[in-house]
């Protein structure tokens, strides 16, 4: 079997990290310095791996997303297209680990929407999923399931307001109604307290 030359792949690896093959990526993903992404993985289009990323071999990412420096996504851990991950964020997916009980029958499944940004140092604790667009905020820690587009703070995390698509703080009116200010989309709280895009 003939290995493709770097110059022959549709995305880049830098020298430094492994790739264990196979893998899946697609085109115009770029993976940075000492990353290690494990046989299985699947890794979609126009994507950027930081330094220092591991990525397990039954993770599946979508394509756009950007995951930076000191990342660890391990099994169990899914996400969708255009999701951010900021440095040093944390993803788990065993609930209570002990290092002499094996638990790899008990991963949990973590689950990032569509559009999803994930604060720096952030730690999501596995099991839960996370809405579309909703922002968390660096330092965060995540335990339960966020709405779509909303604002997640503190230890433990809080929802503390509304982000629109574009990554902006929106404000609700008192007949539920906001307006991205970059924008102009419009949202609207729904009968179920949720905040839908109109």
């Given at each position: 079997?003939q290995?493709?030359?770097?110059?022959?792949?549709p995305?880049?690896?830098?020298?430094?990290?492994c790739?264990d093959?196979?893998?899946?990526?697609?085109?115009?993903?770029?993976?940075w310095h000492?990353c290690h992404v494990?046989s299985?993985?699947?890794?979609g289009?126009?994507?950027?791996?930081?330094?220092?990323?591991?990525v397990?071999?039954?993770?599946?990412?979508?394509?756009?997303?950007?995951?930076?420096?000191?990342?660890?996504?391990?099994d169990g851990?899914e996400?969708?297209e255009?999701?951010?991950?900021g440095?040093?964020m944390?993803?788990?997916?065993?609930?209570?680990?002990r290092s002499?009980?094996n638990r790899?029958a008990?991963?949990r499944?973590t689950?990032?929407?569509?559009g999803?940004?994930?604060g720096?140092n952030?730690?999501?604790?596995?099991?839960?999923t996370?809405?579309?667009?909703c922002?968390?905020?660096a330092?965060?820690?995540?335990?339960?399931?966020v709405p779509?587009?909303?604002?997640i703070a503190?230890?433990?995390g809080?929802r503390k307001?509304?982000m629109s698509r574009?990554?902006e703080?929106?404000?609700?009116d008192?007949a539920?109604h906001?307006?991205?200010?970059a924008?102009g989309e419009?949202y609207r709280?729904?009968a179920?307290?949720m905040?839908?895009?109109?």
């Amino acid at each position: 079997m003939q290995l493709m030359s770097q110059a022959d792949k549709p995305y880049f690896v830098h020298p430094t990290s492994c790739v264990d093959e196979p893998v899946s990526i697609a085109p115009g993903t770029k993976i940075w310095h000492f990353c290690h992404v494990c046989s299985g993985a699947i890794i979609g289009a126009n994507c950027s791996l930081g330094q220092n990323c591991f990525v397990a071999g039954g993770v599946k990412i979508g394509d756009g997303c950007k995951i930076q420096n000191n990342v660890s996504i391990y099994d169990g851990v899914e996400l969708d297209e255009g999701v951010f991950c900021g440095p040093s964020m944390v993803f788990t997916n065993v609930m209570n680990p002990r290092s002499e009980v094996n638990r790899k029958a008990e991963y949990r499944r973590t689950l990032v929407r569509q559009g999803a940004t994930i604060g720096a140092n952030a730690t999501i604790v596995c099991g839960v999923t996370l809405g579309r667009y909703c922002f968390i905020a660096a330092g965060a820690v995540v335990t339960t399931d966020v709405p779509d587009f909303a604002l997640i703070a503190g230890v433990p995390g809080e929802r503390k307001g509304w982000m629109s698509r574009h990554g902006e703080r929106l404000t609700v009116d008192a007949a539920g109604h906001a307006v991205c200010p970059a924008t102009g989309e419009r949202y609207r709280l729904n009968a179920l307290d949720m905040l839908v895009q109109e």
